[in-house]
Each structure stands twice: as structure tokens, then as C-alpha cells.
């Protein structure tokens, strides 16, 4: 985890977050569940300290 992520909680370690970056540079952590699973917010509040669809990255399936 890089200290950058810190701040988000479960979402910086969880598969199923992305990175999403704006045309003015801002970064954003999205929630890939939310796209099938409306229980997840597209772009939850951070730090997330509880959620039912975290899921621990491992290696390559960390996301980007």
C-alpha cells in the first residue's frame, strides 16, 4: 500500500477498486461493484472501515 492510499480505507487494498483520475488531475477511487450491485456506491465516502464486497488484492489483481 502506498501512503497515498492511506486515506481510503479497505478501498486501497480491495480488487474491486480503480483508480480514476479527472482531466483536472484529481484522483478518485471507484467501486467496480457498483455496477452490478446497487448496495455499492460508484464512489464510496473514504475511508471505507466496512464493506461487504471487499475482497483483498493479491499481487497482479491489485488494481489500477
Given at each position: 500500500m502506498k501512503e497515498d492510499?492511506?486515506?481510503a480505507g479497505l478501498c486501497a487494498s480491495c480488487?474491486?477498486?480503480?483508480?480514476i483520475e479527472s482531466?483536472?488531475?484529481a484522483t478518485f477511487l471507484r467501486c467496480e461493484l457498483s455496477f452490478?450491485?446497487?448496495?455499492?456506491?460508484?464512489?464510496?465516502?473514504?475511508?471505507?472501515l466496512h464493506c461487504d464486497g471487499y475482497?483483498?488484492?493479491?499481487?497482479f489483481e491489485c488494481r489500477g
Amino acid at each position: 500500500m502506498k501512503e497515498d492510499d492511506l486515506g481510503a480505507g479497505l478501498c486501497a487494498s480491495c480488487v474491486h477498486a480503480r483508480t480514476i483520475e479527472s482531466s483536472r488531475k484529481a484522483t478518485f477511487l471507484r467501486c467496480e461493484l457498483s455496477f452490478t450491485d446497487p448496495r455499492f456506491p460508484r464512489y464510496p465516502r473514504l475511508p471505507v472501515l466496512h464493506c461487504d464486497g471487499y475482497w483483498p488484492c493479491v499481487g497482479f489483481e491489485c488494481r489500477g
